[in-house]
């Protein structure tokens, strides 16, 4: 199949364009080296996984680089970290050049750490995350919410399951687990008890859309409670697991402040969770959570492809209200979403938005959506409309909700 366009590349043509070098990380299999390789054809493309180079670029760093030139893609960085400080001099030397150097790297917990503390101010990064709706759509046909979801989570979002797309899915996400379980996991951290650490995938998986509890996930494994912290920051650094953070606006009206758990591929929860077919997708116990977490995933990919930092939150007081996702707007506005895994919306479905302007009358809200999987934005009272998947995303994307309505349903 031929090369599918990613939703990141005018980000990365403006960071070469500000920068003297720009990383690419995310997961393995994401397609970083495809969309550089695709992108920049006059970049010469090095990957330091070849052990003579990356001998080479360890033991005589100035004459990997000469021999490397002024346009390249080093691939796999964090296997030289030592490289950078010699980057670091060259660029230093000219600072006004830009798009020297680009880097890619799925092994972020070290990774992000060695570029920060070597390249500081000389480096744009970026975060290449499974395909967006909008790119499997360059390559499968989806015509509604419902088909993008149910391909979401029973075919996954990395590019090889979308492109050639294997004989058992299945299969596909227990060789990508090992393999990252024994390269980047166990490598970098000295997981001594892989099956712990296994087993605490599976359960928080089972969470995806809860809040997270640190101690209840440290009594089910039967691991210290820092020991959930630590993998919970591999998880979150190599771009499977995000945290949603509490909105942090008016304190007093004692809102919850811990985090919600979500993956950024539904695939991975099936996989962990045992969600195999569509009946069990559509009516098992976990279908509103991976319906949720497949709304919150795509929001996760439209502000990475532009390289913003996600301005997303979610809101739970301690008396009982909650909305699961409140967008903060270049505007100024917030933007508050519900998600339910319904075709036939009613006005009961957004009572959390009508509370949530209730309890928080200073905030500038913007139109109040509920996303459903409808095929056509419809009323449900001032303010709040059910939007389709699709209409979800196009807001989130232009920081525009759907034009307010003002007819009661």
């Not at 390249?72 to 010699?86: F, K, N, T």
């Not at 929860?269 to 009516?283: A, N, S």
């Not at 909650?322 to 009572?351: Q, Y």
């Not at 409808?374 to 994307?397: C, F, Q």
Request: glycine share 8%.
């Amino acid at each position: 199949m031929d090369y599918i366009h990613r939703d990141i590349e005018p980000a990365l043509k403006r960071m070469l364009a500000s920068f003297p070098s720009i990383a690419v990380t995310g997961p393995r299999q994401t397609g970083k080296s495809t969309l550089l390789r695709h992108q920049l054809p006059g970049y010469r493309y090095i990957t330091l996984d070849n052990p003579l180079l990356r001998e080479q670029a360890i033991s005589d760093p100035e004459l990997f680089l000469d021999a490397a030139g002024d346009r390249v893609i080093v691939d796999e960085i964090q296997l030289a970290p030592g490289l950078l400080s010699y980057i670091k001099i060259r660029i230093d030397a000219n600072r006004k050049r830009k798009g020297w150097y680009v880097f890619t790297g799925s092994q972020q917990f070290t990774m992000i750490r060695d570029l920060g503390d070597s390249l500081a101010g000389r480096i744009g990064l970026l975060d290449l995350l499974p395909f967006s709706v909008a790119e499997k759509r360059r390559a499968i046909p989806m015509p509604n919410g419902l088909s993008c979801f149910r391909d979401a989570c029973l075919r996954g979002s990395w590019p090889e399951l979308v492109v050639d797309t294997p004989e058992s899915v299945s299969d596909w996400y227990g060789s990508y687990l090992q393999t990252y379980i024994e390269r980047d996991v166990r490598t970098l951290h000295n997981i001594g008890n892989l099956r712990d650490f296994q087993r605490f995938m599976q359960l928080l998986a089972a969470r995806c859309g809860q809040m997270l509890n640190q101690s209840e996930l440290a009594g089910e494994v039967g691991v210290s409670v820092p020991t959930i912290k630590s993998w919970l920051s591999v998880l979150e650094a190599s771009r499977l697991v995000f945290l949603l953070p509490p909105y942090h606006a008016n304190a007093g009206k004692r809102i919850v402040k811990a985090p919600k758990v979500y993956f950024t591929d539904c695939g991975l929860i099936c996989f962990l969770t045992g969600v195999r077919d569509e009946g069990h997708l559509l009516q098992g116990p976990m279908s509103g959570a991976l319906f949720e977490n497949f709304c919150i995933q795509e929001a996760l990919k439209v502000f990475n492809a532009r390289g913003e930092r996600p301005p997303l939150y979610h809101l739970r007081t301690s008396n009982g209200l909650e909305v699961d996702l409140l967008v903060e707007t270049a505007f100024g506005r917030v933007i508050p979403v519900e998600f339910k895994l319904s075709r036939t919306p009613s006005r009961a479905m957004a009572d959390g938005i009508r509370r949530f302007s209730d309890l928080f009358p200073g905030l500038e809200t913007a139109q109040g959506m509920v996303t459903c999987l409808i095929d056509e934005t419809v009323p449900l009272s001032a303010g709040i409309d059910a939007v389709s998947v699709d209409d979800y995303l196009r807001a989130l994307a232009t920081h525009t909700p759907p034009e307010k309505s003002t007819s009661k349903r």
